[in-house]
């Protein structure tokens, strides 16, 4: 065979795992870095802009999952109710990947399967849809959430002290060059030695003959040690009065996690109106290790600590332990992606490259078959490495660790401090329970400091604490009042001399030509963007207990830029009339001596149609 | 031809790469509940209330029974939407024949305005479903309440595969509560098992 021919026969066996990047995973770098200063409304609109549509799509699940924890964090649950519901039913889905074509025989390791998340993002998933049902005051739905998230665990620990498990972490494991090695990577090559003796103690019990559930391995069914959805599950229970069942889900967390004991025993007792869950961080990297990138590791992004979350109110202070921690669930064999070990055990070891070139090298020239099938193996060896390497796709956005704190609040607001190490967090607005009810708040914590975060100061009123009798104008005209268009808003603007004149459609239809959608407005709240306030073209209120809410309304914007050319025509008019007032009736400035406004409950906008509604729909037709 | 060969192997490799990228064809299945299974139960349920023993003493003279109607409470280890929690409870009372049995035995619907723009939004308004003039407005003697528990098991179809297969039996019990004694005066059980 001519040189010429032997470079296109190579190349053409080498084509298709040049191919696969394709479906390699990247992680969104920029959204952790908006994650970790607070941002998460521009994360969102991130995350949406490129998450996928269709449910059978490889991503699908992922990305709802970044979906739901974004707009969590932002304080809109509202937002992503219906993700939300697609979300779990896709996760209490069975045999997505269930599918015998050729192709995903062949093809289905690694990153082409449909994701669903290792066990770990599973149940962070569950229960942030539990979080999400909590702030919405649906206790049923936040048990049975809550539920989901505390599945069996296999416990690999005997199987693994029979092997050398010591001889892989003296070794190490591979990883990543050691040039860009960090004390948190150096922690993770001992977390990936235990999945490299994972994977050989599954290629040993292939060897030995052995197959089925846990690929071949003798394990132990254990609880779950999932520390969150137990409190979480306890809470709802208490709630709907399941008493058994909350004594069963306590006592089953104070044995994985005896550090947890006075807060099983506060939730118990009831002495309290308001449930916290305060996560912070973000959840470790994931990477292909060993071989061929085959074996899968967790490298923590945020380091673990036992930094207790202080929570301040009214002078009085609280330290609540933490309840889980991601990284060390992520490392944890116990948690292991079966899957992952399944797919790294099958290909560590193959020769079918060398073997393959090797074939090619040594035939005789003119046998073009020998030549042929030599060449057709190695590139469909190429092609088996290629995807043999560990699926890595995650949710980079998932927490690094989450809290659970209880308090009884007055009505109808509280100042409430959260720090965790040196991150701080002040809410001035928390809205205290009416006697006998109870509100589950969500607070997802900056990791950096943020002058935002412990700012005292409204910047913007807004739908929560309407115009506090004080000077109002819209963003849109020059002010800083973030009010949806209402009436109320209106007779705010007009006590002010603004907007005389104006109905509530005229005020709507500014919205209109700036093109600004109103979250909530006609029922909807999908697929909410950037709010307007950081240059985006929604408008939306955040839960007053939220990141989101401090975030867009106690620090200063850059003022509004008018699209429309009414717009622009007002807001000049507006502006030099303005100027030509005395000083002190000109500031709209809400100030820190303003009383605390007065808690406003966020309606529900949107209801979901549920299961029923399509089957409803064609039986009354 | 060996030119046609390796045409030929890069045509296959990219054909199963483009395959492997694009959605499958999963044979995904649920142990939830399911539209179809809420529409069987309230079929269930009255039947089961026609022929109870509380309209069985009662004519148009009897004292009036005016019926509420309140949102199930999911106590299953499932999620239910609210739209499913109170279908459960109005899928019962939205049949004319049991309309026109309820109306026989002087019971009638009591769906307080906000309550009927929740069902509205949730596109379980009353709407063609039921006789506007069966409403009632003032206050209600009785409520229907609905409870969902389940019981769940999870294994694997074949010994010693991956356990990935998991059945539900729903359990719904349905009561109706006289408002001033708390007395359960009719009650029964849908079960719903995939």
Not at chain 1, 130 to 144: K, P, Q, S, Y
Request: aromatic share 6%; charged share 25%; with cysteine.
């Amino acid at each position: 065979m001519s040189p010429r021919v032997t470079q296109l026969v190579v190349r053409a066996a080498l084509a298709p795992a040049l191919l696969l990047p394709a479906c390699a995973y990247q992680r969104d770098e920029s959204a952790v870095a908006l994650v970790e200063r607070g941002h998460f409304g521009a994360a969102l609109e991130r995350v949406q802009e490129t998450a996928t549509v269709k449910p059978e799509d490889r991503n699908y699940i992922l990305d709802r999952m970044k979906i739901v924890s974004m707009a969590l964090a932002e304080g809109i649950p509202q937002a992503v109710e219906p993700v939300a519901d697609r979300l779990y039913d896709r996760l209490r889905t069975q045999g997505l990947n269930d599918d015998n074509r050729f192709a995903s025989a062949v093809l289905t390791e690694g990153a082409v399967r449909i994701y669903k998340g290792d066990p770990f993002e599973q149940a962070l998933a569950f229960t942030e849809i539990a979080v999400m049902d909590g702030v919405m005051g649906d206790w049923g739905n936040m048990r049975a959430a809550a539920q989901q998230s505390l599945f069996l665990l296999r416990d690999f620990s005997q199987e693994l002290q029979s092997g050398n498990a010591a001889s892989i972490r003296k070794n190490g494991s591979g990883g990543r060059p050691a040039a860009s090695r960090s004390p948190s990577q150096t922690q993770s090559q001992e977390d990936a030695g235990e999945q490299v003796e994972l994977v050989r103690a599954a290629a040993e019990a292939e060897r030995e003959g052995k197959s089925g559930d846990a690929l071949g391995m003798d394990y132990t069914a254990v609880a779950s040690d999932f520390e969150i959805g137990y409190l979480l599950r306890a809470v709802a229970s208490r709630r709907l009065g399941e008493r058994e069942d909350m004594d069963e889900a306590l006592r089953t967390v104070v044995q994985v996690a005896p550090r947890l004991e006075p807060v099983a025993g506060l939730i118990a007792s009831g002495n309290y109106n308001t449930v916290f869950v305060v996560e912070y961080g973000v959840a470790p990297e994931k990477y292909g290790t060993g071989p061929d990138n085959a074996v899968a590791a967790r490298m923590p992004v945020t380091k673990s600590a036992d930094a207790a979350l202080v929570v301040g109110i009214a002078g009085q202070s609280s330290q609540w332990p933490i309840a889980t921690d991601v990284n060390r669930i992520a490392s944890s064999t116990r948690w292991a992606n079966l899957e992952d070990v399944r797919v790294a055990k099958s290909s560590i070891g193959s020769l079918l490259v060398a073997g393959g070139l090797v074939t090619a090298a040594v035939s005789d020239d003119d046998n073009e078959t020998q030549q042929l099938i030599g060449l057709a193996a190695a590139g469909l060896g190429a092609l088996l490495k290629a995807t043999s390497s560990a699926d890595v796709r995650h949710n980079e956005l998932f927490p690094q660790r989450s809290y659970l704190a209880l308090a009884d609040l007055q009505s109808p607001v509280n100042r409430v401090e959260f720090s965790i190490g040196s991150s701080r967090l002040v809410l001035p607005d928390v809205p205290g329970g009416p006697p006998g009810e109870l509100r589950l708040h969500y607070v997802r914590m900056p990791s950096t400091p943020e002058a935002w975060a412990t700012s005292e100061e409204l910047r913007y009123t807004n739908e929560l604490t309407g115009d506090l009798d004080r000077e109002c104008l819209p963003y849109i005209l020059g002010g800083r009042d973030v009010q949806p268009p209402s009436l109320r808003a209106l007779q705010g603007y007009q006590r002010s001399g603004y907007l005389l004149g104006f109905s509530v459609d005229d005020l709507r239809e500014l919205y209109r030509e700036e093109q600004i959608r109103i979250a909530g407005a006609d029922g909807t709240w999908d697929q909410v963007g950037l709010h307007v306030l950081e240059g985006g073209s929604w408008l939306y209120t955040p839960a007053p207990a939220s990141t989101g809410y401090k975030r867009l309304f106690y620090r200063d914007h850059e003022p509004y830029k008018p699209r429309s050319a009414r717009v622009k025509e007002l807001r000049r008019a507006i502006l030099e009339e303005r100027a030509t007032r005395p000083r002190t009736e000109t500031s709209s400035s809400p100030s820190a001596e303003q009383p605390h406004p007065a808690s406003v409950e966020l309606q529900r906008q949107s209801m979901d149609r549920g299961l029923v509604d399509e089957a409803l729909r064609r039986e009354f037709r | 031809m060996v030119r046609g060969w390796i045409r030929s192997f890069v045509l296959l490799a990219a054909a199963l790469l483009a395959s492997g990228c694009a959605a499958q064809a999963p044979e995904a299945r649920t142990s939830r509940l399911t539209g179809r299974d809420i529409i069987e139960t309230g079929d269930q349920v009255r039947a089961s209330l026609a022929d109870s023993a509380l309209l069985a003493g009662r004519d148009r003279t009897s004292p009036p029974i005016k019926l509420g109607l309140a949102e199930a409470v999911n106590k299953s280890s499932d999620r239910l939407a609210a739209a499913d929690r109170w279908a459960l409870t109005a899928l019962v009372v939205y049949d004319f024949e049991v309309q026109q049995l309820l109306e026989s035995r002087n019971v009638r619907l009591y769906l307080p305005e906000d309550t009927e723009v929740v069902l509205e939004s949730m596109g379980l308004g009353p709407g063609s479903r039921v006789d506007p003039g069966w409403i009632d407005r003032t206050a209600p003697t009785h409520v229907l309440r609905a409870e969902i528990r389940s019981l769940a098991r999870q294994g694997s179809a074949v010994a010693g595969a991956v356990s990935d297969h998991r059945q539900d039996v729903y359990l719904i019990d349905y009561r109706i509560v006289e408002f001033d004694s708390s007395r359960v005066v009719w009650s029964r059980t849908g079960t719903v098992a995939d």
